[in-house]
């Protein structure tokens, strides 16, 4: 059975919020989890599940640099060899957590340069 890194868990809070300078987003429309080799990141922008592919795609593309910048300088990040970016469309005001839905999951995975590209099923 494979188990975390240690001190992923304790860096996701630091990581996270230099995701959120870095990119505009409130620290609180980010979510991160991690696994013995996967990162999730979790968006939650109306504006950006509503967009068209290309600029989803863009926007998931920036957050894995950003992410891979963090990862870099902090030990423990080297095994992951990939990053899902979950895109969500949260629910309206007055609606219900029902509503809040994935609208896009974009995955990259670690090349043999080191850099994480993104993988098309």
Known sequence: MLSV???LPAALPAI??????S?????EAIALLAGPARLRLS???????????SARERAASDLVATL??????RAGFAAIQQIDIAIVHPAEAGGGMSDTHVEDLLQFRRAMNQ???????
Do not use: C, N
Request: hydrophobic share 35%; charged share 20%.
């Open 115 to 121: 850099r994480f590209v993104h993988h098309i099923t």
């Open 5 to 7: 890194e240690p001190k």
């Open 23 to 27: 990119t505009g987003y409130w620290a």
């Open 68 to 73: 891979q910048g963090a990862m870099e300088s």
């Open 16 to 21: 996270q919020s230099e995701v959120a300078a």
């Open 43 to 53: 968006i939650s922008d109306a504006k950006l599940a509503t967009s068209d592919q």
